[in-house]
């Protein structure tokens, strides 16, 4: 499985303002994916993240709020962006991977974001 | 549209007790099927995973069956440990798609 990793893994910020996190992974990857995971509740996809091309957004979430980057096959970022404090939550990044001929997906460390 | 309905938690169980998360789901075609788990303060892991119908997962003394007739995917340890103590996530990725969708997440929590 691929190692991934998050950066910042927390951090407290204030309203209005937009926070950028990183997401590294240790291999080439074609898909990497953007998940929130709210206080007590489950993950929701934000957005899949393709190299070379525009990310897909889910419903309920646009590019304006969460501007995605995907520079190259091993990093991509999220911009969490005029935060307020419904943006906190856990920000997690996860990769596809094939284990044993399926489509899995591995997910990072995620970041902790709280929004004053 | 697809879904998956896991059991309410949080489960509170003595060490060494017998573990049943119940998880069912609605999904077109042929869905896989995942079991995550998250302990404290950390990302996701995967558990264990099924592709088909009839197949089980197991890792680490879990274990799922892949159940179509009854569209379930309950995770089962016969003798759970304190370090099992996180919240465990039932998912489908349905066939063509690559999105996962995820259960609301049952809290395990183990004492001594």
């Known amino acids: 499985s691929a190692v991934i990793s998050q950066k910042p893994s927390r951090d407290i910020c204030q309203r209005g303002t937009s926070l950028t996190i990183q997401c590294q992974v240790d291999?080439?990857?074609?898909?990497m994916f953007w998940y929130r995971q709210q206080p007590g509740q489950s993950l929701t996809l934000i957005a899949t993240?393709?190299?070379?091309?525009?990310?897909?957004?889910e419903s309920g979430f646009v590019i304006d709020k969460f501007p995605i980057s995907r520079p190259n096959l091993t990093f991509s970022t999220l911009t969490v962006s005029n935060m307020s404090p419904e943006d906190s939550s856990i920000y997690l990044c996860?990769?596809?991977?094939?284990?044993?001929?399926?489509?899995?997906?591995?997910f990072g460390p995620g970041t902790r974001l709280t929004v004053l | 549209g697809n879904s998956v309905t896991q059991m309410e938690g949080p489960v509170t169980l003595s060490e060494e007790a017998f573990l049943t998360i119940n998880c069912t789901y609605t999904?077109?075609?042929?869905?896989?099927l995942f079991w995550y788990v998250q302990y404290p303060g950390e990302g996701l892991q995967l558990l264990l995973k099924?592709?088909?119908?009839?197949d089980k997962g197991s890792n680490k003394g879990f274990e799922a069956t892949y159940r179509k007739e009854t569209t379930s995917f309950h995770l089962e340890k016969g003798s759970v440990q304190v370090s099992d103590s996180a919240v465990y996530f039932c998912?489908?990725?349905?066939?063509?798609?690559?999105?996962?969708?995820f259960g609301a997440g049952t809290r395990l929590a183990v004492h001594p």
């Open positions: 996860s990769v596809e991977g094939s284990d044993g001929g399926t489509d899995t997906q591995y």
């Open positions: 291999s080439q990857v074609t898909m």
């Open positions: 993240a393709n190299q070379g091309s525009e990310a897909t957004y």
């Open positions: 999904a077109t075609g042929y869905p896989s």
């Open positions: 099924a592709t088909k119908a009839d």
């Open positions: 998912a489908l990725r349905a066939g063509g798609y690559n999105k996962l969708i």
